[in-house]
Every structure is written in C-alpha cells, then in structure tokens.
C-alpha cells in the first residue's frame, strides 16, 4: 500500500501573492482560521501593508454630531458595518458626560470629537477616541500664546479635524495621531497642529491676500475643507480661491478663482483625489456629477496647469424630483444624497433621503443607507480603527 502524498509546501511569499487576491477583508479573514501558516503570513506586518495598498478601507457607515448611521443592505459593507454597529459605541458613553460632546470629525477609524467650554471665547475642548475599543485621550488646550495669533478680533471659524494617516504609519501601525485646528479670521487663516508623540500643540499663520468682508467671516459654509495627496484644501465661496495646507511641508498656497472651473456657480462641489498625480474638482448638477481634471504640477500644487473636463457620471433615477447634495468627500469615495422635495415647496422634505457613495475608482454608485431627513454635515467612517493604546494582557 503506497502512503499518500504529502501536500505541497508554498513559500510565504507565494502564499502572499494568493491571499492578495482576496476580495475581502472578511475572506482573509476566514482564510486565516485555516491554519496556522495561513495564520502566521496574514497577520505579518509586511502582508498588511501590501494588503491595505491594494484594498482601501471599506465604508461602513456615516457618523453626524452624535449619530452613527451603518451600512445597510445591498452596500457590500453592510456584514461589516452591522457587525461594527454592535461592538462599537457610537453613543460614546465611556466618556465623561457623554451629551456634551459632538462628533467634528472622523479617519481611519478614529473619531474626533469637541465639547463647548463653558466662556464663549475659548476653543472648545478635544478628545480622540477609538468607539470600538472604547479608548480615549483628551486633547491639552492650546496654549493661550499660540492662541494670540487670532488676535483677538474676527474670528468666528473653528474647524478641528484629524490629519490623514501616511502609508508608512498605516504600514508600521503607528499609535500616534495628529489633530488640526483651523481658524477663520477676517484677515487671516490660522492653523494649530497638535501631535500625540509630543503631546504639544504649534502654530501657523498664513495672511491673506485679501482680507474677507467682515460678514463673510461668521458664514460657516464658505469653510468648507477637503483632502487630497497629503494636502488640505479650503473653499471660499466669496472669493472662489482655494487656501491650501500642505501637511508635508506645513506650508500654505493659494489657487485663485480665475483658476478653478467654476461655471456653474455654487452649486455643490468637492475636491477629490483620481489617481496618481492627478486632483479632482466634482460639480453635482441635474442628477448627474461632472468631473473635471488636472494635473499636479511642481507649483502650488497644480496651479500652473489647465482643468480639463474628464466624465460625466450619471446618479440613479430616485423616481421623485429632489435635490442631490455632496456631504462629503473621503476614503477615494464621494457621500451622496438624494433629498426628495416638493416642486412647491423646496423646503419640503420626505420622511426618507437616501445616502449613496461614489468609489472613484470604479465610479461605482451604491446606496449606502437611508435618513429620515437632509443631512447637513456628516463623515464618511471608514476602516477599524488602530487603537490608541499598545495591547494588554
């Protein structure tokens, strides 16, 4: 009787190369409780750098103020989403009152959060915090001589927002985390960057060449902020310019109006990244968006080359006349919704909006979940969060 043959022995890089061509992260998953060499190559570092290159962060929902809205059903991240939804705590009742804080931002699975201070001129208070493991660290106050720079007049903008994470701290898994804070002031854009490896809060100033009109300054929407290859851009609708950050060099620019592709006024828009080397300018308009194009040129970011107009991408017929907003722009996904409306009455809203994503990649349109009334501000949640301190046993 002859013994059987042994099974063939795979090296781990040929085991790597297989396993990146899972679709998902719940197939890895299951692919790992195989066995333990299975095991052992998954859960190495260098496989979940290469693993996260190739498969963004998946959508699992939408966070508001103090709201958390899950993926649902047919959204491909709606197994994980539901599975999120019940193991995180999106009420955030591990923090001290927890009524008090509201939600200002989100990335990579963390979730910035901000509590009014009881003097109305001081900044608001900050925390950061993982809803998932339930973890937290609050935020020192900025220092009152960094402070100083608002200069005490016109300023009526806080906007604190986590920076992105760079592939190499996704690659290492860094714990640390950077918060910014950006003020609006009428003559000036004021920058506090708050790093959790030194735990100390600095300063940029960046003067405008022209002042905003006292009235624009208290106008929240003209303060709209997006992210694109390692930059941080703001729109003014008043002046149609784009204040750039660059988090690389901490640095900022300007892109004037006469340079943005601005023909259909101000209509909803966002500024998104589409592939290497290339920034993105998306205008919704009549059931469809309109992407326009440029590339990013060694000046200013871009500022020394020509948009172009790139697709036309279609939005799903909803059967009902409403109004289709940008809420927000992250993860290489645009967030969508559809507010029905009466013809009469623009204000009138149904009980039910539905909100879609944008892979901007694919261009693949898919409806995420549904809210009972137009979302104003919102984040996209993607990823599970690293948490924000070492394991312990």
Not at 103 to 122: K, Q
Not at 276 to 288: K, Q, S, T
Not at 324 to 342: R, V, Y
Request: net charge neutral; with cysteine.
């Amino acid at each position: 009787m002859s013994m059987p043959a042994s099974l063939p022995v795979f090296p781990d890089e040929i085991l790597e190369d297989i396993f990146l061509r899972l679709d998902a992260a719940a197939d890895l998953a299951r692919a790992s409780a195989a066995c333990t060499t299975f095991r052992r190559v998954v859960s190495g570092r260098r496989f979940r750098g290469r693993f996260r290159s190739l498969h963004p962060a998946p959508i699992l929902g939408i966070l508001e103020f103090n709201a958390f809205h899950p993926a649902k059903p047919p959204h491909r991240s709606a197994p994980a989403a539901r599975a999120l939804a019940q193991a995180a705590d999106f009420s955030f009742s591990f923090l001290g009152a927890p009524k008090c804080w509201r939600v200002c931002d989100a990335r990579d699975g963390r979730v910035l959060l901000y509590r009014r201070a009881g003097i109305p001129a001081a900044f608001p208070d900050l925390t950061v915090c993982d809803p998932l493991h339930r973890r937290y660290i609050q935020l020192p106050p900025i220092p009152d001589h960094l402070a100083a720079a608002t200069g005490g007049s016109g300023f009526e903008e806080f906007d604190p927002f986590l920076d992105a994470t760079t592939d190499k701290e996704k690659e290492e898994e860094d714990l640390s985390f950077r918060v910014i804070c950006a003020v609006q002031c009428q003559h000036k854009l004021v920058t506090f960057h708050f790093s959790s490896v030194t735990g100390e809060w600095h300063g940029i100033t960046f003067n405008r060449p022209t002042p905003l009109d006292p009235s624009m300054v208290k106008n929240c929407i003209l303060f709209e902020r997006h992210y694109v290859h390692s930059c941080f851009y703001w729109r003014y609708w008043g002046t149609g310019s784009l204040f750039i950050l660059d988090t690389r060099e901490m640095k900022f620019s300007v892109i004037d109006h006469d340079q943005l592709p601005s023909k259909y006024g101000c209509q909803q828009q966002a500024i998104v990244e589409v592939g290497e080397g290339r920034l993105g300018f998306v205008i919704a308009r009549d059931g469809v968006l309109e992407l326009y194009c440029k590339a990013l040129g060694n000046k200013n970011n871009g500022v020394d080359a020509e948009w172009q107009h790139d697709k036309t991408i279609p939005l799903p017929q909803m059967g009902f006349c409403c109004y289709w907003s940008i809420l927000a722009a992250a993860e290489g996904h645009i967030l969508l919704q559809a507010t029905p409306q009466d013809p009469s009455n623009i204000q009138s809203v149904t009980p039910e909006s539905p909100c879609f994503t944008l892979d901007l990649k694919t261009f693949l349109v898919e409806r995420l979940c549904v809210s009972s009334m137009h979302i104003r501000f919102a984040h996209l949640y993607a990823s599970f969060p690293p948490s924000l301190s070492p394991p312990s046993i």
